[in-house]
């Protein structure tokens, strides 16, 4: 389906006119209201955030349709790799592989209504108008994991009452080690969220301690993937404790409808 609305920087809504790209169209910033009426800008984001009914039936909220009509599949995405492994590559996602990923974002964590993400993980913030459910990014510069403080992610969970984290094994050491920042009314923001999901690297089991620390009710939670299919594997702070120490990172079991075959190596360690 056609997008219904567009949010952009003030750069990118000129390209959004020019291109004749279907949807309301909206410009984070501001812009001379020659100009807005220009390029058929409808609102601001500062005016919808502080007049709610601006926005009020703006667009439908249902959870975002992934999968056309028809029985080919069809591509939805191209995805790069990290480059942890060599250089990056594109993955072609189709659409029915999307919907699965949907299906599995949505059982591990639970994903009700109710629910509020913050996504220190900047693309990970997709998956909530996926899910249907509210997320936001929290400030930080989402190229550097590093830089998101306790603070930043206080903040953005009291301003939409989130309930769920996913953020990266450095993001979280940065958390951990700027929470003696921490507001009274920041530490209570963090007290509402009830899952923290970490990944993109190995979690250490020290550092999921301190977490829970910052964060007293989450359960914590590293599932496992790759670019070319993820979430495979979940394992929980318990499990990784009752597991215990040995060669390499414990990822758990697979999830519901994944199945996992393991290749051996030989003796220089090639698959």
């Known amino acids: 389906p056609e997008p219904q609305a567009l949010p952009r920087p003030k750069a990118a809504v000129a390209a959004a006119a020019a291109l004749q790209l279907p949807g309301i169209r909206l410009v984070a910033g501001e812009l001379p209201g020659t100009i807005r009426r220009l390029l058929g800008v409808a609102h601001s984001l500062d005016e919808l955030a502080t007049d709610q009914d601006r926005g009020s039936g703006l667009v439908e909220t249902q959870p975002a349709r992934v999968e056309p009509s028809g029985a080919q599949p069809t591509e939805a995405a191209v995805l790069f790799t990290s480059g942890a492994t060599g250089p990056p590559k594109g993955v072609v996602y ?69 309930t769920l984290v996913f953020a990266s094994p450095a993001a979280l050491r940065n958390v951990v080690a700027t929470a003696g920042e921490l507001t009274a009314e920041q530490s209570s923001a963090l007290a509402r969220i009830r899952l923290v999901l970490s990944a993109g690297a190995p979690v250490s089991v020290t550092l999921l301690r301190r977490v829970s620390d910052v964060l007293p009710r989450a359960e914590l939670h590293t599932p496992y993937g790759m670019t070319e299919a993820l979430p495979l594997t979940d394992i929980s702070l318990p499990e990784l404790e009752e597991a215990g120490s040995g060669n390499g990172v414990c990822v758990g079991r697979p999830l519901p409808d994944v199945q996992i075959q393991i290749s051996p190596l030989d003796s220089l360690g090639r698959a």
């Open 94 to 162: 189709r659409h029915h592989q999307l919907r699965a990923q949907l299906d599995q974002v949505r059982t591990l964590c639970n994903v009700t209504p109710g629910d509020r993400l913050v996504a220190a993980f900047a693309p990970f913030a997709l998956y909530g108008p996926a899910l249907g459910i509210g997320a936001v990014v929290p400030q930080m510069d989402v190229t550097k994991p590093g830089t998101l403080t306790a603070a930043g992610l206080a903040d953005a969970a009291a301003t939409i009452e989130a």
